[in-house]
Nanobody, 123 residues
């Protein structure tokens, strides 16, 4: 079992920045690929970013590339999503997810999920 707890969401203006955190606990969390997804009302959950548990390589959705950065602490327990130059279109619930070893951009391949944290961006 892996438990995930997100924090850091809030209401900001377009152009502002936020940093989301995801704290993982449970068995061998360092071996799990971690990702961030988001879901806006009435829309399907979409991939945002992921980080490989081994070499720390990162993957981003085109919509956030160059603005968002996923990272982790050296212990690999806490993952971050630094969101810069936020846009109104970034408004959504943001979810941290984990799956064994390999990263994926398909939310259906992730077994463990956090409760989510809300991000609202006003114009």
């Amino acid at each position: 079992q892996v438990q995930l707890v997100e924090s850091g969401g809030g209401l900001v203006q377009a152009g502002d920045s936020l940093r989301l955190s995801c704290v993982a606990s449970g068995r061998i969390v360092s071996w799990y690929a971690m990702a961030w997804f988001r879901q806006a009302p009435g829309k399907e959950r979409e991939f945002v970013a992921a980080i490989d548990p081994g070499d720390g390589s990162t993957t981003y959705a085109d919509a956030v590339k160059g603005r968002f950065t996923i990272s982790r602490e050296s212990t690999k327990i806490t993952k971050y999503l630094q969101m810069n130059n936020l846009e109104v279109e970034d408004t959504a619930g943001y979810y941290c997810a984990a799956r064994w070893q390999d990263v994926s951009s398909d939310y259906r391949e992730y077994r463990y999920w956090g409760q989510g944290t809300q991000v609202a961006v006003s114009s």
